[in-house]
């Protein structure tokens, strides 16, 4: 009886992780489309997708090149995105004065505790890691474990390995488990970029791990311009309308919506 119990569990867990899986991988492909047909690079100031970047961006392609130009990367976290340019799926990875924004947040309220949703091949984690002091630590949460063991790597080429806790698996069983564990109001910081049609689920629980005065910065709220479009009705798209209504309402803290990327929100616990 003991044995069915266990088998019985086991197949579930398999049959959520296959869940998990296919809807990446429907986020990814609708993404792509979008990307394929309405996104492609443009020079009238609108939208500019440079390769591996997710940008909806105002300035045109060559005031777009001065920023990279002006944007401080270090040899492995240049090293990380153009290995990532090469992969399917790119355009998840935050541009580069993104990463740099978000490690500059990271030294301007003292973070020590991170924890980020959705790693990728690891090019945000290692922007942050970098940016924290010694005794910090960086949760770093996502399914694919492929590309965790890319983010690996150059977590420890980049020597920020022993601050950085990956964790793979189900992002909300993984923040619910957190906050049972009696972590709430114990990080500095949280970066939400994972699938899209659960960010009110992750940052409703970030917002319990986040300190009073903590900071919660939530990607793609803009998502290639679609949610401004009233004739884009995705999922994704209205996921993300959804998301920024409700934190557009939410009293718990204050927020802005800053235009670099794809769109970042801040949100500042009250």
């Given at each position: 009886?003991?044995?069915?119990?266990?088998?019985?569990?086991?197949?579930?867990?398999?049959?959520?992780?296959?869940?998990?899986?296919?809807?990446?991988?429907?986020?990814?492909?609708?993404?792509?489309?979008?990307?394929?047909?309405e996104?492609?690079?443009?020079?009238?100031?609108?939208?500019?997708?440079?390769?591996?970047?997710?940008?909806?961006?105002?300035?045109?392609?060559?005031?777009?090149?001065?920023?990279l130009?002006?944007?401080?990367?270090?040899?492995?976290l240049?090293?990380?995105?153009?290995?990532?340019?090469?992969?399917?799926?790119?355009?998840?990875?935050?541009?580069?004065?993104?990463a740099?924004?978000?490690?500059l947040?990271?030294?301007?309220?003292?973070?020590?505790?991170?924890?980020?949703?959705?790693?990728?091949?690891?090019?945000?984690?290692?922007?942050?890691?970098?940016?924290?002091?010694?005794?910090?630590?960086?949760i770093?949460?996502?399914?694919?474990?492929?590309?965790?063991?890319?983010?690996?790597?150059?977590?420890?080429?980049?020597?920020?390995?022993?601050v950085?806790?990956?964790?793979?698996?189900?992002?909300?069983?993984?923040?619910?488990?957190?906050?049972?564990?009696?972590?709430?109001?114990?990080?500095?910081?949280?970066?939400?970029?994972?699938?899209?049609?659960?960010?009110?689920?992750?940052?409703?629980?970030?917002?319990?791990?986040?300190?009073?005065?903590?900071?919660?910065?939530?990607?793609?709220?803009?998502?290639?311009?679609?949610?401004?479009?009233?004739?884009?009705?995705?999922?994704?798209?209205?996921?993300?309308?959804?998301?920024?209504?409700?934190?557009?309402?939410?009293?718990?803290?204050?927020?802005?919506?800053?235009?670099?990327?794809?769109?970042?929100?801040?949100?500042?616990?009250?």
């Amino acid at each position: 009886m003991g044995g069915e119990k266990c088998f019985a569990t086991l197949r579930m867990q398999d049959v959520r992780w296959r869940f998990a899986k296919l809807t990446w991988m429907v986020e990814r492909t609708e993404r792509m489309r979008w990307m394929e047909t309405e996104g492609r690079k443009r020079t009238n100031g609108r939208v500019y997708a440079h390769r591996s970047e997710k940008i909806v961006s105002q300035c045109d392609p060559r005031e777009r090149r001065y920023i990279l130009d002006h944007t401080r990367e270090s040899d492995w976290l240049r090293e990380l995105r153009e290995r990532t340019s090469e992969l399917p799926g790119n355009k998840m990875q935050v541009p580069p004065e993104q990463a740099q924004f978000m490690a500059l947040l990271v030294e301007l309220i003292g973070a020590r505790k991170i924890v980020e949703v959705g790693v990728y091949t690891g090019y945000s984690s290692l922007a942050m890691a970098m940016a924290l002091p010694e005794d910090g630590m960086l949760i770093a949460i996502d399914r694919d474990q492929e590309t965790m063991r890319m983010a690996q790597e150059y977590w420890d080429k980049a020597g920020v390995s022993a601050v950085v806790v990956p964790k793979c698996g189900s992002a909300k069983e993984i923040l619910q488990g957190m906050v049972q564990e009696g972590e709430e109001n114990s990080y500095d910081l949280a970066f939400i970029d994972a699938d899209k049609r659960a960010y009110l689920d992750y940052y409703k629980l970030c917002l319990q791990l986040v300190r009073p005065s903590g900071v919660i910065l939530v990607d793609n709220t803009l998502f290639y311009g679609q949610v401004a479009n009233p004739s884009t009705d995705t999922k994704l798209a209205n996921a993300l309308r959804q998301f920024n209504d409700f934190v557009y309402e939410d009293k718990r803290v204050s927020h802005s919506l800053v235009p670099i990327g794809d769109g970042l929100t801040l949100c500042r616990k009250r």
